[in-house]
């Protein structure tokens, strides 16, 4: 059974920095994609980053690009997200999700899998 837990959100004041973990079990990177999504209220859920590491493609949106990092430890069977220089509009619920991909894992479209989700606040 495929499973992802979130954690790592909280409060912080901007220009500060977070580092978020999806933990996974019942499937390893190699045959999923791992992406992380947020949701800001009254806004529908956006892809934030992804990683496939068996081609070793990671991608991220403009709104993140040179201030979030996606990682993954495969001994750990957990992907991080570093959150840096962190904005008030970086705020919203943050969810990890898998999609069995063998290439480019940017279609968050197809996302199939969900944690439950961690809440991260950033206050101006």
């Known amino acids: 059974e495929v499973q992802l837990v979130e954690s790592g959100g909280g409060l912080v004041q901007a220009g500060g920095s977070l580092r978020l973990s999806c933990a996974a079990s019942?499937?390893?990177?190699?045959?999923?994609?791992i992406g992380w999504f947020r949701q800001a209220p009254g806004k529908e859920r956006e892809g934030v980053s992804c990683?496939?590491?068996?081609?070793?493609?990671?991608h991220y949106v403009d709104a993140v690009k040179g201030r979030f990092t996606i990682s993954v430890d495969n001994a750990k069977n957990t992907v991080y997200l570093q959150m840096n220089s962190l904005k008030a509009e970086d705020t919203g619920v943050y969810y990890c999700a898998a999609n069995r991909v063998s290439d480019y894992c940017s279609n968050y479209g197809g996302y199939g899998y969900w944690g439950q989700g961690t809440q991260v606040t950033v206050s101006s």
């Open positions: 019942g499937f390893t990177f190699d045959d999923y994609a």
């Open positions: 990683i496939n590491s068996r081609v070793d493609h990671k």
